[in-house]
């Protein structure tokens, strides 16, 4: 069983920025990991996902805007966002899939859940 915890959410004004950090609870050298967000009444999505050789997916709603970076070392995948937009409000989660080919930002895939971090961007 894998503990994933995330933390760094907060509120930020449109054009902000925020750094999402997620700790597991064991070695995430073999496991491909990635972060999804939900808003209010809509699916959770994928924002961003990274696998095997540094391979890293995003969403197109983020790309250019947010970046996904693990360290193996420490046990931890971040998500740095830069241009916050309101539209990014929703609670951000943390996933993991003991599966290094995997590189998607299907929720489906992933069987490891954090309990999430809110994310505020006001107008």
């Known amino acids: 069983q894998v503990q994933l915890v995330e933390s760094g959410g907060g509120s930020v004004q449109a054009g902000g920025s925020l750094r999402l950090s997620c700790a597991a609870s064991t070695n995430i050298d073999t496991y491909s990991m990635a972060w999804f967000r939900q808003a209010p009444e809509k699916e959770r999505e994928g924002v961003a996902a990274?696998?095997?050789?540094?391979?890293?997916k995003y969403a197109d709603s983020v790309k250019g805007r947010f970046t996904i970076s693990r360290d193996n070392a420490r046990n931890t995948l971040d998500l740095i966002m830069n241009s916050l937009e309101p539209e990014d409000t929703a609670m951000y989660y943390c996933?993991?899939?003991?599966?290094?080919?995997?590189?998607?930002?299907?929720?489906?895939?992933?069987?490891?859940w954090g309990q999430g971090t809110q994310v505020t961007v006001s107008s």
């Open positions: 990274s696998a095997r050789y540094g391979s890293i």
């Open positions: 996933a993991a899939v003991r599966n290094l080919h995997i590189l998607t930002l299907a929720a489906g895939a992933f069987a490891y």
